[in-house]
T-cell receptor, first 114, second 110 residues
């Protein structure tokens, strides 16, 4: 058990809908990272938050947004969903914000858009 | 920018065979290097790490040495088991995030 909790584990929704994925980091970790894992594209970095502030942005679509709350949990919002958004979405957390140390991953949320 | 290149999979071996999964990287500065493992249906788990040149990370019989001169961090295990079947990711610590390779799927047959 990594200590990172993601909910829900599975999500099935229709095209055009909006969903919210939730992540609770390990106790004491200030950084949260979101990654997308598609079958053919490996792990794609989406966005990082450190202590409530956005720290780095990757290949995140404009239809996607995220935030980190004062209690350090994070949410990833995906809107106007398309079939191609079907993927595993991972959250990871680490202690550091400036310069990545090892990150600890949650079990992921499997999103299926139908 | 920073990048990680892993040997393409899938890799299939017999039990007790020797394993090498190649990983090379491009980075500015001196990143830390990691190997993560993803078992079926699970998230990524940190397998081992090395934080500076010539460091050797090791765990569960796996080893990798940080080679600055060849910018490599190859994963090795002397005798693999069926339970080692998984996807292995090499990664480096970039300025703000971990940069991952594409992953190598390893299957061990009994």
């Amino acid at each position: 058990d990594s200590g990172v909790t993601q909910t829900p584990k599975h999500l099935i929704t229709a095209t055009g809908q909006r969903v919210t994925l939730r992540c609770s980091p390990r106790s004491g970790d200030l950084s949260v990272y979101w990654y997308q894992q598609s079958l053919d594209q490996g792990l794609q970095f989406l966005i990082q938050y450190y202590n409530g502030e956005e720290r780095a942005k990757g290949n995140i679509l404009e239809r996607f947004s995220a935030q980190q709350f004062p209690d350090l949990h994070s949410e990833l919002n995906l809107s106007s969903l398309e079939l191609g958004d079907s993927a595993l979405y991972f959250c990871a957390s680490s202690l550091a914000g400036q310069g990545a140390t090892e990150a600890f991953f949650g079990q992921g949320t499997r999103l299926t858009v139908v | 920018g920073d990048s990680v290149t892993q040997m393409e999979g899938p890799v299939t071996l017999s039990e007790e065979a020797f394993l090498t999964i190649n990983c090379t990287y491009t980075a500015t500065g001196y990143p830390s290097l990691f190997w993560y493992v993803q078992y079926p249906g699970e998230g990524l788990q940190l397998l081992l790490k090395a934080t500076k040149a010539d460091d050797k990370g090791s765990n569960k019989g796996f080893e990798a040495t940080y080679r600055k001169e060849t910018t490599s961090f190859h994963l090795e295990k002397g005798s693999v088991q069926v339970s080692d079947s998984a996807v292995y990711f090499c990664a480096l610590s970039g300025a703000q995030k971990l940069v991952f390779g594409q992953g190598t799927r390893l299957t061990i047959n009994p």
